[in-house]
């Protein structure tokens, strides 16, 4: 069971999670904290990280969002935080270009070890850290079995 140490900071928890992950063949990683936050806003980090292929997880530190796009555009999907108002609606972003997308939001929220992660083909789910191996089963197999959804949905 893969239990991630609370007592670490934040930035130690993501490297700890990437070693996880790239274990796991999850090889492509991107993650929108402080240093991405100073450099570029949310939306053109989405826009850049979809643009890259290779990337299957998004990895984002819900403090360093601030509410972004307020429209409800087709095509996109939404990322909400319970406690901050956080919101990802694409700009323009097709479906297809969201499959085999893994986005991990950090909650700050009344419960901070909770973590928040959604994936295509999934519903918003809430993991503690005793659920993640389960979740990460789950997870090998929905990014494989999508890759293959987009084609059929044109077909359809």
Not at 114 to 124: K, L, W
Request: aromatic share 10%.
């Amino acid at each position: 069971m893969y239990v991630m140490d609370r007592t670490q900071s934040f930035q130690d928890e993501v490297l700890d999670l990437q070693s996880f992950l790239r274990f796991r063949g999850l090889n492509a990683i991107d993650i929108y904290d402080e240093e991405e936050y100073i450099r570029s806003s949310f939306s053109q980090w989405v826009h850049r990280v979809l643009e890259n292929k290779t990337t299957k997880l998004l990895l984002i530190d819900s403090e360093q969002i601030r509410p972004l796009w307020n429209g409800n555009l087709n095509g996109c999907r939404e990322l909400q935080s319970v406690q901050q108002a956080i919101t990802y609606i694409g700009s323009c972003v097709p479906v297809s270009e969201l499959f085999n997308r893994l986005f991990v939001v950090r909650l700050k929220a009344m419960r901070p070890i909770e973590e928040e992660f959604i994936y295509p083909g999934s519903g918003r789910v809430y993991v503690f850290p005793t659920q993640r191996e389960r979740l990460w089963k789950d997870l090998m197999k929905s990014t494989s079995n999508q890759a293959m959804q987009p084609a059929e949905e044109e077909r359809n």
